[in-house]
């Protein structure tokens, strides 16, 4: 069904091609003129408007879960970063996120070792004023030795984020090339199963051309 005849059936107030095209707009203030939101992408979008929104009538429609954070999976190039990034710009404040790469906490990991996991799950910090995470890129980082330890950081701190979502109702986000099966082999079945139960799927075709070429 074309993304479009299916907003014909889609019960909301909100004015969905509207959005799009100030997301445009605004993703050409961020990133150039040559930003553009494809036809094929408008599905995935719409998605991501209704959860950011908290439309709860078209989240209903789409089968998403208002209690659970999202996890975009796509090939390379595919604009997942992009439009998470834009999406803190539809978000209510109670409800904003931090966008952090997860190359980026591996660094961190280097440096300032198991302290780096507490920063972003039980921390007195997050105790304190738990905040919400996109952990961007998700298998892009490495297993780090730490004082000759190694440690699969992701897979901890998405561990600690699960307790913090059954405890305290604190969602996370992911972005992440890798499918199902490659999460469950590189951060065990755990992580996966606890993925799952935390997080709403939405899911780029594998044949999404790279819009960075």
Known sequence: MKCLSYMEELKSHYNYEDLITWLESKGKELYGNHFKIIE??????????????KDEQACFQFGINLNKGILITGPVGCGK?????????????????????CRDISFEFIQDGYEVI????????????PKIYCFDDLGLENNL???GNECNVMAEILLSRYDLYI?????????????????????????????????????????????RE
Do not use: C, W
Request: aromatic residues 12%; hydrophobic residues 35%; proline residues 2%.
């Open 40 to 53: 094929e992408d408008y599905l995935i979008i719409y998605k991501l408007i209704a959860y950011f929104l």
């Open 81 to 101: 970063t992009s439009l998470m990034t834009l999406m803190k710009y539809l978000t209510p404040a109670e409800h904003k996120f931090i966008l952090k790469p």
């Open 118 to 129: 507490h920063r972003y799950s039980k921390g007195k910090q997050q105790q304190l004023d």
């Open 145 to 147: 030795k730490y004082y």
């Open 167 to 211: 405890n305290k109702k604190i969602k996370t986000h992911v972005t992440t090339n890798l499918s199902a099966t490659e999460i469950e082999s590189v951060y065990g079945n755990r992580v996966r199963s606890r993925m799952r139960e935390m997080l709403n799927l939405i899911a780029y075709s594998n044949n999404t051309l790279d819009k």
